[in-house]
């Protein structure tokens, strides 16, 4: 018998550490508060319609690849990678959208045509980009952040002025550009790290290279796809899932995690992975055990949360695209309103994802699968009147921008908000996306993956290293399963 893991929480972070553990033949059991595995990924299908509830833009395809290559798979055995052309569309105002395509050399044009002398400055900002993310992403990341001493060998020493750690994105970004549009198809990657460009380290330009360089891609049937095809390899290695079992609490004795209780029993253990919001996990231990007290979380910023609207429309909508950014609105006030003065957004900018352009299992034959997303500060008061405010306040402007109306064609419809990251999935303050990466919470300043006082206890996910999103995820579990291994 392998040593005994448990890991709390099946989302990306949850089963990449899961599937690490077991092919290292540990013995392991996921503990999944809700009915399905895949975390924030979840899904659900009603008069219809199939609607993925959270991630949507299939970004860094070679971290995907790396993961599967572990277990000498490719995500092709898996599922269908399908690559979007226009990546995304930007909507300005009516009759002013511009669509990045997928192609570099279409992307270099549509700067060109935009501002004179664009391509050669986008060429000259890519270039860094790349030297960061080979080195950020391919490499840094992938470290568990223990200590400054981990980034101190002689490639990054090296490469450090190329990293721009202290100049903002925002300083960088109009070194480069002019045009207000361009600058707001650059800024607007850099959202997924969940602060303001003002905040977050030139270093992040990465995202763009990640965006421009590597495409923007859609698993054919959904992200569910990507969760089903790590559960499959979890099972392959004999990792129990146990579903619809909440844990409650870590027992402790002497410094050591010993057992887990849930509604159903308890379970011995030689180790535990908190692979559920870092602040719940704390919360599951006892308080002189936890690496961090509230008055710690509450200095720190949080990526946004969001107000999304799941919709069914039985009618095409012609103007959309796969992936749509509707920017008419002033980015720097909503910014404002998410990060430095939290309220619900005066003029909200929003994102609609339309799965059925490119899929056609996700709704009816002619029908739609509208996904739309308002990112708000975390933590706010959220309850039916503000949720109906702002949903006739995206369709209206959806309406006028795309110059057709479809409100009357609108047969499901079903909102998610704060409320619901906190009862779905222990969110703390109801953030969707984690905890930001500003540059004071980047790499080893971030919530640490070992636990201090408790020897076999790590976390991973989207509030510890290496930050928000699916691909760090990915590799949040896969550092938290290697540093389990060497305790064990
Ligand atoms: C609406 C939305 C859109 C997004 N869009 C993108 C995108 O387009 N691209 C991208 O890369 N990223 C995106 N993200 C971010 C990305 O989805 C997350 O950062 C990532 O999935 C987090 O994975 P995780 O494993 O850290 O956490 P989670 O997926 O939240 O998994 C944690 C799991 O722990 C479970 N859990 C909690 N408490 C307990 C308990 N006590 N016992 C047992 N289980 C428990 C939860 O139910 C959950 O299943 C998006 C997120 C959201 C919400």
């Known amino acids: 018998m392998g040593k005994k893991v448990s890991i709390i ?70 599922f269908d990678l399908k690559l979007l052309d226009p990546g995304f569309a930007v909507f300005y105002a009516k009759d002013d959208v511009i669509e990045l395509p997928a192609s570099l050399e279409g992307i270099y044009e549509l700067f060109e045509r935009e501002e004179s002398g664009g391509a050669d400055s986008l060429k000259r900002f890519l270039k860094e980009a790349e030297i960061k993310y080979n080195l950020a992403v391919m490499e840094l990341m992938y470290k568990p952040s223990l200590s400054l001493f981990e980034f101190a060998n002689a490639a990054i020493i090296k490469n450090l002025p190329h990293l721009d750690v202290y100049n903002s994105f925002s300083t960088h970004m109009k070194k480069f550009f002019k045009s207000p549009r361009l600058l707001k198809l650059i800024e607007f990657p850099i959202l997924f790290l969940g602060a303001s460009s003002r905040e977050i380290p030139a270093l992040y330009s990465l995202m763009n290279y990640a965006a421009f360089n590597l495409s923007t891609w ?9 969760s089903e095809a790590m559960l499959a390899i979890a099972q392959e290695n004999n990792v129990e899932l146990r579903l619809n079992e909440p844990v409650s609490h870590i027992e402790v004795h002497n410094g050591i995690a010993k057992e887990l209780i ?17 602040h719940h ?37 012609k103007n959309l695209r796969h992936h749509n950014l509707f920017f008419h609105e002033d980015l720097d006030l909503h910014s404002h309103e ?28 002619g029908h739609e699968n509208l996904f739309i997303l308002i990112p708000v500060a975390p933590d706010l008061k959220d309850d039916e009147e503000v949720r109906n405010r702002y949903y006739e306040l995206v369709i209206s402007k959806m309406q006028e921008i795309l110059g057709e109306d479809f409100r009357k064609n609108i047969e499901y419809k079903k909102s998610y908000c ?55 995820a990915l590799i949040s579990g896969q550092i938290a399963a290697r540093q389990l291994l060497r305790h064990l």
């Not at 859609?218 to 990507?226: C, D, L, T, V």
């Not at 849930?262 to 870092?278: E, H, K």
């Not at 200095?299 to 039985?314: E, Q």
């Not at 900018?349 to 899929?359: E, G, I, P």
């Open 9 to 78: 929480g099946s989302g990306f972070s949850g089963l990449a550490a899961a599937t690490v553990l077991a092919q290292a033949k540990c013995d392991v059991t996921i503990f999944e508060k809700n009915d399905q595995a895949g975390g924030r990924a979840r899904t659900f299908s009603e008069a219809g319609y199939h609607f993925d509830m959270g991630p949507s833009w299939y970004w860094m395809p070679d971290i995907f690849e790396k993961y599967f290559a572990l277990f000498d798979r490719k995500p092709s055995d898996y």
């Open 218 to 226: 859609y698993p054919m049937g959904g992200f569910s796809k990507i």
């Open 262 to 278: 849930t509604p159903r029993g308890s379970y011995s253990l030689d180790g535990v992975i908190g692979a559920s919001d870092y």
């Open 281 to 317: 996990t704390e919360n599951l231990i006892g308080a002189k055990y936890r690496n961090y007290n509230e008055k710690y979380w509450s200095r720190k910023t949080l990526a946004p949360s969001c107000l999304i609207f799941y919709l069914g429309i039985n009618k095409r909508i």
């Open 338 to 365: 998410i990060y430095k003065d939290p309220q619900w957004p005066s003029k909200p900018l929003f994102y609609v994802c339309c799965t059925s352009k490119t899929d056609q299992n996700v709704a009816p034959i």
């Open 418 to 472: 704060i409320n619901d990251f906190i009862s779905d999935y222990n969110s703390y303050k109801g953030n969707a996306y984690g905890l930001a990466n500003t540059l004071r919470q980047t790499a080893f300043l971030r919530p640490s993956v070992r636990n201090k006082k408790v020897k076999n206890l790590f976390y991973c996910g989207h509030l510890t290293v290496p930050g928000p999103g699916v691909p760090p």
